[in-house]
């Protein structure tokens, strides 16, 4: 069990790039989630996968952010034309079904 | 909307003392309730998890209750210590099977 691990820690970005996080999952976890915090926040749902298929979207994304788990492995979360109101913490965590979740360190993302 | 609520207000006391939590849910009924520890730029790691036929669960210095007619969960931590300083978040999975989080209550234990 070697965790759940993000890349990049850190990511500063101009204001209208595009920005791609990778979440390595516990292996044998087949749930895997994103979320967004801010300072004093708790996590806010983003979106979740079971294995390969992503299972919900948060009504609050825009259509800039986009994630997937090609292969029930890895997920990537891309942002487009980042704004920012971007800028936040974005965490990953895994579980085993509907289990206890372990989260990631999380990628920070400054845009300027 | 299926919510989980927490007093956002930071909660302050002094060593030694008990610091309690709480955190209510709305509009759906959590089989269980998990409670988790956040540190500052850190991912939250998870502490307890209390289901909905147990009142009471304790772990070392920590105890969880769920009382399903107020639709509510207590975290206290006994015997508090500066260590103990950190974000605390109640969660759930709804009905929909996601995740969900409160916006946590900061607790600072002074010296």
């Known amino acids: 069990d070697t965790g759940v691990s993000q890349d990049p820690r850190h990511k500063i970005t101009k204001r209208g790039q595009n920005v791609t996080f990778r979440c390595d999952p516990i292996s044998e976890h087949n749930r895997l989630y994103w979320y967004r915090q801010t300072l004093g926040q708790g996590p806010e749902f983003l979106t979740y996968f079971q294995n390969e298929a992503q299972l919900e979207k948060s009504r609050l994304l825009s259509d800039r952010f986009s994630a997937e788990r090609p292969k029930g492995s890895f997920s990537t979360l891309e942002i487009q034309r980042t704004e920012q109101g971007d800028s936040a913490m974005y965490l990953c965590?895994?579980?085993?079904?509907?289990?206890?979740?372990?989260f990631g360190q999380g990628t920070r993302l400054t845009v300027v | 909307s299926q919510k989980i609520e927490q007093n956002s207000e930071a909660l302050n006391i002094q060593e030694g003392k008990t610091a309690t939590l709480t955190c209510n849910y709305t509009n759906y009924s959590p089989a269980y309730l998990q409670w988790y520890r956040q540190d500052p730029g850190r991912g939250p790691v998870f502490l307890l998890l209390i289901r909905e036929n147990e009142k009471e669960k304790r772990k070392e210095r920590l105890k969880v209750t769920f009382d399903t007619t107020l639709k509510q969960s207590l975290f206290h931590i006994t015997a508090s210590q500066p260590a103990d300083s950190a974000t605390y978040l109640c969660a759930s999975y709804n009905q929909g099977g996601k995740l969900i989080f409160g916006q946590g209550t900061e607790l600072s234990v002074k010296p």
């Open positions: 965590a895994s579980s085993l079904a509907e289990g206890r979740a372990f």
